[in-house]
């Protein structure tokens, strides 16, 4: 086990009606205003905004608001709260969605107390400073309630790429299983797609991976696959809810990360250019990518893929893994080829060319030549 530091400084509050004490938990940082970004205006309709700002009101906090956040964030959103948020001078942000918006949320923080383009720390710029950030969950599938990390898309080029600081942790996030009951079905199914995922890049791509660490990763996605196929049938399940959401977080706050040596995320690299091309949910995205990476990634590691396939669904061959993790996305509905995306052969070209460029970013580029990144995605048609 390789030695390790491990800090995660971010409080869950897990549990029915916790939303409703958001005001006392954001009281406890001093803050006398807030920026409330969130998605559609369900959360008004549905009763959510106005709990969330009599809690404010209640403790004397003051807000504004952002709204319409779409999935696969944008940096122009992120530039219009980030001027909002510099206007109205607040002194820290509240997320109120999935992953889509607390990653913008999170950009702005940071890009709010930054004097240059917000770009500049998707490129390379150090995060030196950042307002206080919370958040309360109303769909679990990206974990950002629970790390420090946050992509973006910039519109104009087509990068999708991702900043990661101490400084986004968030300080409390709001984790209650009744708020996420409403979610589609659809994207219930991709959400488990990119949980799995989350999961299945370390362990699979590691040099050195402790046995406590594989257990780990192993029986959060038994709970993913167990709990998404009794929410399909029963949405209202509270308990299946919550374990669905907890996992979430777990495969993406470090805990599965510890000890481990030499690990990468192709197949994020890999999804980020179809989204960022195509805009594709990110969740269906991987889905087509992973069972395609795994066939081609296989022999590399033959060791964790038959593993996976016997502890996973009781196979005893790599293939017969790779088969019944793509039969299950198939059952549950979330694509497993390109074809039933819509991607036809001019945008695969889009994607390819993108790759060329988003490789050297990710310092994949060794690995994901541009013939190799052919060779996986034929894999998916």
């Known amino acids: 086990m390789k030695d390790f530091t491990f800090v995660n400084p971010t409080r869950i509050e897990f549990g029915a009606s916790k939303e409703e004490r958001i005001g006392d938990y954001i009281n406890e940082f001093a803050l006398k205003k807030v920026l409330i970004v969130y998605g559609s205006e369900r959360i008004k309709t549905n009763g959510l905004f ?19 956040v779409k999935s696969n964030p944008v940096l122009s959103k992120v530039k219009e709260g980030i001027e909002l948020a510099r206007q109205a001078q607040v002194d820290g942000v509240l997320a109120i969605g999935g992953g889509s918006v607390l990653d913008t949320a999170k950009a702005i923080a940071a890009g709010s107390l930054y004097q240059g383009e917000v770009w500049d720390l998707f490129s390379g710029t150090e ?7 919370f958040s309360i969950m109303t769909l679990a599938a990206s974990g950002s309630e629970m790390n420090p990390g946050a992509v973006i898309t910039k519109e104009e080029t087509a990068e999708k790429f991702f900043i990661h600081h101490s400084l986004l942790f968030p300080k409390v996030s709001v984790i209650n299983p009744e708020l996420q009951n409403t979610v589609s079905k659809e994207y219930l199914v991709y959400s488990a797609s990119d949980i799995i995922t989350h999961s299945l890049e370390a362990y699979f791509t ?27 049938a029963e949405p209202n399940n509270t308990q299946a809810r919550g374990e669905f959401a907890w996992a979430a977080t777990l495969a993406l706050n470090g805990s599965t990360l510890v000890g481990i040596e030499g690990f990468s995320y192709p197949n994020h690299m890999l999804e980020h250019a179809m989204s960022a091309v195509t805009d594709i949910p990110h969740g ?6 992973l069972p395609a990476w795994m ?6 590691n033959p060791e964790a893929f038959t593993r996976f396939a016997r502890e996973i669904f009781g196979e005893q061959t790599a293939i017969a893994g790779i088969e019944s993790l793509k039969a299950w996305y198939e ?51």
């Open 206 to 232: 590691a040099k050195e991976r402790p046995e406590l660490v594989n257990l780990l990763v192993e029986a959060n996605i038994k709970t993913v696959i167990r709990t998404t196929n009794t929410l399909l």
């Open 127 to 133: 995060i030196k400073a950042a307002l206080p950030i």
């Open 50 to 68: 106005a709990r969330v700002a009599h809690s404010l009101e209640v403790q004397g906090i003051a807000f504004v608001e952002l709204g319409g």
């Open 295 to 300: 066939q081609w990634y296989h022999k590399q």
């Open 331 to 381: 059952q549950i509905g979330t694509p497993t080829s390109l074809s039933q995306a819509g991607i036809d052969e001019a945008t695969l070209e889009q994607i390819f060319k993108t790759l060329e460029r988003d490789t050297y970013s990710w310092g994949l580029n060794e690995i994901y030549t541009p013939a190799v990144i052919r060779e996986i995605f034929a894999y998916a048609k």
């Open 284 to 289: 269906a995205g991987l889905s087509i990518v």
